[in-house]
T-cell receptor, first 113, second 114 residues
């Protein structure tokens, strides 16, 4: 299994909703990432987990809350989002943070109404 | 400070012509460098990477890139463009001396003309 899966593919939520994005990999990778990509822009790093511990938080607002329950799973909990948070959220994993090629998932297209 | 610069937000080439997408990095220490491709409404797919081994790197789909330290460049080339190459291409850098981040350039949209 050499892929990163993300669910759901699409998500529409209101500003008062609570939702979660899920990411899973079974490649034995010990680093996992969340990126945010706005339309016609490059991906921007949000969080890095290394060996299930949060190692990088790029000053992301607290309405985004990451969680790494085990080495294969990465969640992004969403609460009280704003319309400007609408974007493609990409999950990635690599063997070790930054050292090997990161594999990217297909992304979750999030729309906040 | 921007760590990787892609010249040209849009590049158009004719089918069968040479593809050249430019990327320059700014780093005092040779970094790891990557090229990714993104098709519409999809995630990122790695085309190739440079990690201080051979300076000419061959990737998937006929693409290759050459690391030139003297020019701080890592340009992406393909001898003959195909219609299916139309996509967004991102150059990315991993600055190992700072922390374990992968930073993306602004991207270049490649258009293939029939």
């Amino acid at each position: 299994d050499t892929e990163v899966t993300q669910t759901p593919k699409h998500l529409v939520m209101g500003m008062t909703n609570k939702k979660s994005l899920k990411c899973e990999q079974h490649m034995g990778h010990r680093a996992m990432y969340w990126y945010k990509q706005k339309a016609k822009k490059p991906p921007e790093l949000m969080f890095v987990y290394s060996y299930e511990k949060l190692s990088i938080n790029e000053s992301v607002p607290s309405r985004f809350s990451p969680e790494c329950p085990n080495s294969s799973l990465l969640n992004l909990h969403l609460h009280a989002l704003q319309p400007e948070d609408s974007a493609l959220y990409l999950c990635a994993s690599s063997q070790d943070a930054g050292l090997a090629r990161p594999f990217f998932g297909p992304g979750t297209r999030l729309t906040v109404l | 400070a921007q760590s990787v610069t892609q010249l040209g937000s849009h590049v158009s080439v004719s089918e069968g012509a040479l593809v050249l997408l430019r990327c320059n990095y700014s780093s005092s220490v040779p970094p790891y460098l990557f090229w990714y491709v993104q098709y519409p409404n999809q995630g990122l797919q790695l085309l190739l990477k440079y990690t201080s081994a051979a300076t000419l790197v061959k990737g998937i789909n006929g693409f290759e890139a050459e690391f030139k330290k003297s020019e701080t460049s890592f340009h992406l080339t393909k001898p003959s463009a195909h219609m299916s190459d139309a996509a967004e291409y991102f150059c990315a850098v991993n600055l190992l001396y700072r922390d374990d981040k992968i930073i993306f350039g602004k991207g270049t949209r490649l258009h293939i003309l029939p």
